[in-house]
């Protein structure tokens, strides 16, 4: 059996469900749409076909994910990865702090903070615009939410504007939503070795 | 249309955050969508509309949004929830059948503390009568519900600053 992974990492492992996933050959048109399987494509994880069994929400979330995560203009690509990674940690999802630690490693080109974060922990020194970004996403991930106004003035100070804090408040909260799901749902387990 | 998420924030029209707001408009559309989807969906399966509605009450309570509390609250009026659904929305009430009382003890150890939730809570639903399908339904709605508080406290602490 694989060992489950309790250490932060960013080493991605595998997904195991504690719940069936869909079997895509028995799977409704709703569901095929709501994965957006195309006789073309059709590689989709064990996380989606988890999620498949409730097609309907399913099918907003994948665009609004992507939206989140990825869309233009606003706060950098890799500064949502770190929201995404802060959310992670508050709430213990090793699967998605891992994916989202190495895609911020990626695309920040450094491997040094995401190091120290999970080393150090939440309170790990950084330059000051990644610490203001680290705190208040894991301050929002609270439950309740604990950020307050001044880590959202810390974030200004750091240069943050309008649109970049809106984004970093969409990654932060979404991953409330994806690590409520990633985390109860399945655990992370020991990639084999290739 | 109205959106529940910049209506709770209460963002000033004209103002910075509108501007910031607005050109995120396909989120906030999406985040309504995925509302809808996760409270009044076409094929609700073993969690009804009210039953749902209230579940969502608890986890706004849960998160101290007395407003967001409020809205869902009224979303259970409006589905019809039975006066057993409508307790589901109180903090004090932990169900009084055994699948009541796993669904509401998942809810709110997924809402409050995700972080300790294992492969044996998803066991206790099962052994509760609750199917593999009612278990995503249950963990999308908490975990959608946790996501719009967020969205809501952030733009709320924005808009004081403002």
């Known amino acids: 059996m694989s060992k489950v992974v309790h250490e932060f990492t960013a080493v991605v492992p595998e997904w195991k469900p504690h719940v069936t996933p869909v079997d895509i050959t028995q799977a409704s048109a709703a569901q095929l749409d709501a994965l957006k399987v195309t006789p073309s494509n059709r590689q989709v994880s064990d996380y989606l076909l988890v999620l498949a069994h409730d097609a309907e929400t399913l099918k907003p979330r994948s665009p609004l994910f992507n939206g989140i995560m990825y869309n233009r203009g606003g706060l950098s690509r890799a500064e949502r990865e770190l929201g995404a990674v802060g959310a992670s940690i508050v709430n213990r999802c090793i699967y998605c702090a891992a994916v989202h630690a190495s895609r911020y490693n990626q695309l920040a080109r450094d491997e040094t903070a995401i190091a120290r974060i999970f080393a150090e922990g939440l309170d790990a020194e950084l330059d000051p615009r990644s610490s203001a970004i680290l705190r208040f996403a894991a301050r929002l991930s609270e439950c309740p939410p604990a950020a307050t106004a001044d880590d959202l003035s810390a974030l200004r100070q750091a240069g943050l504007d309008d649109e970049e804090i809106l984004d970093l408040v969409l990654s932060a909260a979404l991953f409330g939503w994806a690590n409520r799901l990633m985390h109860t749902l399945g655990e992370p387990v020991e990639a084999p070795a290739v | ?162």
Do not use: W
């Not at chain 2, 009026?77 to 998942?106: C, P, Q, W």
């Open chain 2, 1 to 162: 249309m109205r959106d529940l998420v910049i209506d709770l924030a209460a963002i000033e029209p004209g103002s910075g955050l509108a501007a910031a707001v607005s050109k995120r408009a396909d989120i906030f559309a999406l985040t309504q969508a995925t509302h809808d989807a996760a409270i009044t969906p076409i094929y609700a399966g073993g969690l009804s509309h009210g039953l749902r509605a209230a579940l969502a009450c608890r986890i706004a309570r849960i998160n101290a949004d007395m407003d967001l509390a409020r809205h869902f609250l009224d979303l259970a009026g409006k589905a019809g929830a039975s006066d057993a659904e409508r307790r589901v929305a109180e903090l004090d009430f932990a169900g009084d059948d055994l699948r009541t009382s796993a669904l509401v003890r998942h809810a709110d150890l997924v809402a409050r503390d995700p972080k300790s939730a294992t492969g044996k809570d998803i066991a206790a639903l099962r052994e509760s009568g609750v199917p593999d399908a009612d278990i995503v339904r249950l963990s999308e709605l908490v975990a959608f519900v946790s996501y719009q508080i967020r969205l809501v406290a952030g733009l709320r602490l924005m808009q004081a600053a403002s």
